[in-house]
């Protein structure tokens, strides 16, 4: 039996890495950003593979908290020091409530719960959520996003790309695909047909 990729980062080993605190609330903020969208989008389009991203991405958020929390022990030398860093923590546990909501949201799956609007959402709804990744075949390696004028031709957004245990965010025109990557993007079906014919090397370009 596969073991999801996200059961194990749970149960990866957490290491302390220097980094400055707004740096970890900006990925906090990402994180909560994207991981609302994906999980109604999972239960949207019954996928199990954006509800793997959402558990990922939880994951992620309990680990970004974890290292704040420590950051703020390090930091607070006086009254006055912790004070400051209550705030902060704050702010890091609404973040992680909200990742911890989303994931609450996409176990309905498990429980195989359906409800005959949902076919009807779906055929009315103009753009999808999906997850695609890089194939070792495929011509767009190592061609930046906006070279490859993915919006333009497809109507596709990238919301963000998985890099290994890495996520880049709202990725701009000058980030290069590589092998592997995951793409989470939003767009009409038919753009993202022809998309993942490109990520997957049955086509050369996107027309």
């Known amino acids: 039996m596969k073991v999801p990729r996200w059961k194990k980062a749970e149960f ?5 890495q220097p980094t400055s605190i707004r740096e970890l609330l900006k990925e906090m903020k990402n994180i909560c950003e994207l991981i609302v969208d994906l999980a109604y989008s999972a239960i949207l389009f019954n996928s199990q593979e954006i509800a793997e991203e ?7 958020m309990d680990k ?7 950051m703020a022990m ?3 030398r006086n009254i006055e020091d912790a004070e400051k860093m209550a705030g902060i923590l704050q702010i890091a546990q609404a973040a992680e409530k909200i990742s911890n909501a989303a994931g609450d949201i996409v176990k309905i799956l498990s429980y195989k719960l359906t ?9 009315e709804s103009d753009e999808i959520i999906r997850k695609m990744t890089v194939s070792h075949e495929s011509k767009a390696i190592g061609k930046k996003i906006g070279e490859l004028r993915i919006s333009s031709e497809t109507g596709v957004r990238i919301l963000a790309i998985r890099r290994g245990s890495k996520w880049i965010y709202g990725p701009k025109g000058e980030v290069e695909l590589k092998e592997g990557d995951i793409l ?3 767009g ?5 047909e022809e998309l993942n014919k490109l990520l997957k090397g049955e086509v050369e370009v996107l027309e």
């Open 64 to 70: 970004l908290n974890y290292q704040i929390r420590i």
């Open 115 to 123: 409800h005959p609007i949902l076919p009807r959402l779906i055929k």
């Open 184 to 186: 989470i993007c939003v």
């Open 54 to 60: 959402v558990r990922y991405l939880e994951v992620r």
């Open 188 to 192: 009409p079906e038919e753009g993202m």
């Open 74 to 76: 390090l930091a607070a």
């Open 12 to 16: 990866e080993e957490i290491e302390y």
